[in-house]
């Protein structure tokens, strides 16, 4: 049995006692929602925190919906909510791709949306799927609250725009018809963080691509959205020929670095194919050719 | 008193057949009662400080700070062991290891201090508080360089030591060998790693040690595979006397050789309650399993194969270069300093074989011989079955067809290989058939011919592995000293219930069902009311436990001939309670009947009734209904068999699916099929996760990156198929009811039957052979022509 460092331990029954508490015991506590990231850390001391703010009976961060033209998730939302949710796979189906190959069951019962987009793992896939859906959080404080894109949000590993005294608490994605969204992930068995991932949104209009963008996951900082990649996307007519060709300029877009999961090459090669597999799918999807 | 029995069925089995596990009722119900499951009263808890590098001095260690925290009873270092003599222990290969580190850390993780404290948070929580100072020192990591001339000297403890040599070993005819490579038509050469990998049992290594100081008593509850074994070793090393040590594995989650060594971790516990005067627990975490304790495979070898250009393999050679990391913590038998690799020759009737070998230090964790390898046998099972592929490329033959046309015959049997091993019994060509029967296997390779076509990769992987398990004779193989044969004890009640007491220990394998069955097959008493007792050296004979596919072959040759003791002497009652003559009775499993008049019959439990009871039993024999024996093995058991792995592998992501795995075993007469099948079950996921997932690696500093479950991988269902098993028996001459042993069997053979397929599958690209483990990345890099060495 792993044991972690002496902490204290709070429980908030309330978005505003949550986020007060936090301001007051400042950046030696942490806020604590399926803990599947931040367990292990404290088990292995690489994370010490002084205090743990337990937000799991925060009820009012638990659903998804639909509400003014988005799909609105509440931070607390299980892996497993997210997996299941029909509202979800029938705009989105980028989801179901990616929590069908997040960790496994048990993982997915616990950990939450909000925990992933806040401890902003490099090889976490919610960003990337929600960077290329054009997806808004929402950070709320005690003065009140704040919606920012991801861009703004995922500042880069283990680092995001969420303050110590605040907390995110809603992930909105705008819906649009014609769309379509698919993830696809290498793994080197089912539960391990990804060796490479890579997500596709597109918007189509016939065979042209309105709006499209590609997110990736495990291969560096600032690949959560590719900029070039939704450049040339944009009003170009679909085919394998675009799919190559962002492939490839996804793989220079992005900095992997040789590990135990792979080598930079093969991670390069595998941002290139990932890449063309779901935009592949991801088309198909936005044409109906493919549930 | 006459009791009857209801008749034997098929679920309910008087003897051999499929059988639920006695034991599991108490494990699925939570209600098992493993080391971490011991509470003593007053009780302390016990960390291990470890070296944060793999090789430096140490300056100065000051534990003041964590002398005074509170709930803190004890902080000890090597300094302080080595004034009662106690910083270094014997290891099961003859070498000395430290218990804590005194003058420097040679590996990382290696143990430096311990606190006892009175809980475990407060014992971990005091080992930041320890200051240590070390002075680095470059450590050796790649084992290619570690007998280079300028680098450092690991075992500088050893004195006049100025390398890092460990021993050199060789087996065979090098001359002989060189002969026929010499007049071959076709030789082929081929670089083959067997990496580093780690049993990971679920349930880590630990122990409670409780020494009372006024009797001078040791009780040990630990997570040993081998009890009376380690008791004689404590003995030795500490100088407790032996009768005043008593050692208790009590249910154990899962070993796989990880849990025959002894440990620092242990002696520690029992320093601890001795200098303590109170009970001590130290279990392990996962990451300390992970890192510490016996790591398995490590070898480097080059193969070689001569042939001829129709495919008849004439001489296999071999040179190895062995990792032993900093302490030589080998667990074989002594004169077996290689385990037995010996058996490379593999399945095949060749002319020569030649094998020299070359063992090294490293700045890595001690070990070698675990996981389910059967003393080495992984690794030779692995080389010859790679190698042969290799020829079957070269000459462009298929890999079956070159099989069959080596295979030892059966008429050959016993059949004595060019290394000096006597094979006791097989039939190896219907075993492989079969297998390629219930593969559909050419129907596979035409499959594979069209999707070749189409650019798909399938690949289909052969392996013919023959086992060396159930060590062994006492004339050529002892561990410490200590002889490899082992007690049994059997004593039937009034009633005609029973207690076997056996000197293995099961740590998954179902012994308490098995060896039920093996007295009952003998004596006709149901299963259910035999009690096997094993585990704690106060009430088992003495042996030297469960490792290396021993139980069957060993300990249940000596349950089988001690239950046959006992019959014996009930058939003398029964000639008493029958007024008939011994001659005259014929035995029907349960019961003696008096020939040619099947009514007049007496069962076992009647003669356990009147060994017993009251009148008198025949001139001469004495009351009661037991024996024991100790058995000594005449010889190995050679278990063997066929595997066939099917694999597709993603051209564009280099992810590999094994599709299908079929596996015919012959492990002779079989006790329990249903155990037979779990435990081959086990192996085959064992081999999956070798060949395309393990591997416990290192950076260039000699850290380990592999101490977590999140690093190192286990295979799971989703990468696992469903397993296809099928068997055919052969039964061991010289052992009493014929069986062979199948522990390790899968794990020896399945990882070449992978690896096999998946360079099959990648023969469009050019590949001639990829070392696992076999991820999707190094897949990949072997499709460029990229394929690196896995060190």
Known sequence: MQVPAPFEYERATSVEQAIALRAKLGDEARFIAGGHSLLPMMKLRLANPEHLIDINDLEELFYIKEEAGEIRIGAMSRHRDL???????????????????????????????????????????????????????????????????????????????????????EIRIPTASNGGSAYEKVERRAGDWAVVSSGASVWMDGDTITAGRVGLAAVGDNTTQLDGVAELLAGKTASEELYTQAGELAAASCSPQTDNRGTEAYKRHLAMELTRRSLRRAVARAQGQEA | MTTTEPAPT??????????????DPRLIRGMGNFVDDIQLKGMLHLAILRSPMAHAKIVSIDKSAAEAMEGVVAVVTGEDLA???????????????AVLATDKVRFQHQEVAFVVATDRYIARDALEQIDVEYEWIDPVVDVRTAMNPDVPVIRTDLEGKTDNHVFDWETGDAAATQAVFDNADVVVKQEVIYPRSHPAPMETCGCVADLNRVSGQLNLWSTTQAPHAHRTVYALVAGLPEHKIRVIAPDIGGGFGNKVPIYPGYVCAIVASLLIGKPVKWMEDRTENLVTTGFARDYVMQGEIAATKEGKILAIRTDVLADHGAFNGVAAPVKYPAGFFGVFTGSYDIEAAYCSMKAVYTNKAPGGVAYACSFRITEAVYLVERMVDVLALELDMDSAELRLKNLIKEDQFPYETKTGWVYDSGNYEPALRKAMEMAGYDELRREQAEKRERGELMGIGLSFFTEAVGAGPRKDMDILGLGMADGCELRIHPTGKAVVRLSVKTQGQGHETTFAQIVAEEIGIPPEDIEVVHGDTDNTPFGLGTYGSRSTPVSGAAAALVTRKVRDKAQIIASGMLEVSVADLEWNKGS????????????????????????????????????????????????????????????????????????????????????????VHGGLADGVGMALMQMISFDEDGNCLSGSLMEYLIPTALETPDWETGHTVTPSPHHPIGAKGVGESATVGSPPAVVNAVVDALRPYGVKHADMPLTPSRVWEAMQGNHTPPI
């Not at chain 1, 189906?93 to 960790?103: S, Y």
């Not at chain 2, 004034?83 to 290969?93: I, K, Q, R, V």
Request: glycine fraction near 10%; charge should be negative.
């Open chain 2, 83 to 97: 004034g009662h003599g106690l910083a270094w222990m014997p290891t099961l290969s003859n070498d000395v290891q």
């Open chain 2, 10 to 23: 098929e679920e309910r089995p008087i003897g051999f057949g499929k059988l639920l596990r006695k034991e």
């Open chain 2, 592 to 679: 003696f009947s008096v020939k040619g008049d099947p009514s007049k019959s007496v069962t076992i439990q009647d003669i356990a009734m009147k060994a017993h009871g009251a009148g008198d039993l025949p001139e001469g024999i004495e009351g009661g209904l037991e024996a024991q024996i100790c058995y000594n093995p005449e010889n190995l058991t050679y278990p063997f068999g066929a595997y066939i792995c099917v694999v597709d592998v993603d051209p564009g992501t280099a992810e590999v699916k094994v599709r299908r795995f079929i596996a015919v075993d012959d492990c002779g007469t079989q006790i329990n099929p249903m155990i037979i099948e779990g435990q």
């Open chain 1, 83 to 169: 997996l299941d949710s029909e509202l979800l796979y029938q705009h989105f189906p980028i989801f179901r791709d990616a929590e069908k190959l997040i960790a496994d069951p048990v993982v997915r019962n616990r950990g939450t949306i909000g925990g992933s987009l806040c401890q902003a793992d490099p090889a976490e896939d919610l960003s990337a799927v929600c960077a290329t859906l054009g997806a808004t959080c929402v950070i709320k404080s005690e003065t009140g609250e704040r919606v920012v894109d991801m861009k703004e949000f995922h500042v880069g590993p283990y680092e995001t725009a969420v303050g110590d005294a605040e907390m995110l608490t």
